[in-house]
């Protein structure tokens, strides 16, 4: 049996979150072409006779500029201290050279597979020239091309990650897909519509908080606060006449029920907390951090 955490890494929009829900066949990670959607550390577990292998989605790798960065950035250290195996992702028409500086940076204690991602959208005479250039850096491995939105080859994609992994007992005993319960991924479906919908600084200065998460007979009731750093951004995320948050609400509850798998009432208040990005009582409270 071959058990372990295979933990991905790379720079903000490279599709980490995008090769994440390729593998697992399921919405885990929400997705933006906005750098920075992603802030926790996400992990999945695939099951199959003869492996599991516990994938984590990171934030994409940055210089911390206030306190929730810093929170990110401790989850991409997390993840480096218990890796079997790291897959680094680049988005094949990323500049290669700073790449390789940010994954030379990581001074990864286990073998790499070096993951080109996008290459739909390139020919094949660079795919060939990134392979040769990742190829004879001293922390790769193998490398794999891929379009993690297009599809991938599923057999494929796995088997160098298998040949590396070390034989153990599964890490976890159930058929759960996640160690992070239903509650985190409703906040993060409902964020990820901000993102979708609210545009300039507003997502990045956004926080989602379930304040309510009731299981009735026929429903789930969910009350979620969307915290905002200014009066002017609430006012945004309300709408005239409260059109924003009604389409931002409906979108996000249709997500929600396809997730639960039931049918969700979904309430939003937007609260304004200034600085709350720098604030540890905040962060921890919005669920970054101890």
Not at 25 to 38: D, F, N, P, R
Not at 45 to 73: A, R
Not at 233 to 248: D, F, N, R
Not at 251 to 276: H, M, N, Q, T
Request: proline share 4%.
């Amino acid at each position: 049996m071959k058990s372990g955490f295979v933990n991905i890494f790379g720079r903000p929009n490279a599709g980490k979150s995008t090769l994440l829900n390729a593998l697992m066949g399921e919405k885990l990670a929400i997705v933006s072409h906005k750098v920075q959607t992603t802030r926790h550390r996400i992990k999945a577990i695939l099951n199959e006779k003869d492996y599991q292998i516990i994938f984590s989605d990171t934030p994409g790798i940055i210089k911390p500029e206030y306190k929730l960065h810093e929170k990110m950035m401790q989850s991409v250290k997390g993840a480096l201290e218990d890796a079997d195996v790291a897959l680094l992702i680049v988005d094949i028409n990323d500049n290669w050279d700073e790449c390789d500086a940010i994954f030379s940076a990581l001074k990864l204690r286990v073998p790499a597979v070096l993951v080109l991602n996008k290459v739909d959208r390139t020919n094949k005479e660079r795919i060939m020239e990134a392979e040769a250039y990742f190829s004879a850096k001293p922390y790769v491995k193998k490398t794999v091309a891929i379009s993690a939105l297009t599809g991938i080859n599923y057999k494929k994609f796995l088997q160098p990650i298998l040949e590396l992994l070390p034989e153990g007992q599964p890490f976890y005993e159930d058929d759960s897909i996640s160690d992070l319960p239903e509650k985190f991924f409703v906040s993060e479906l409902i964020r990820e519509k901000i993102y979708e919908q609210a545009h300039d600084e507003i997502p990045y200065h956004t926080a989602v908080l379930i304040r309510e998460f009731k299981e009735k007979e026929t429903l789930t009731k969910i009350v979620a606060d969307i915290i905002v750093h200014r009066e002017t951004q609430k006012m945004i995320l309300i709408g005239e006449k409260g059109t924003m948050i009604k389409k931002l609400g409906t979108s996000a509850r249709l997500d929600i029920e396809a997730f639960l798998g039931r049918k969700v009432f979904l309430e939003l208040f937007v609260k304004v907390k200034p600085k709350w990005r720098d604030n540890d009582l905040h962060l921890k409270e919005y669920g970054y951090g101890a």
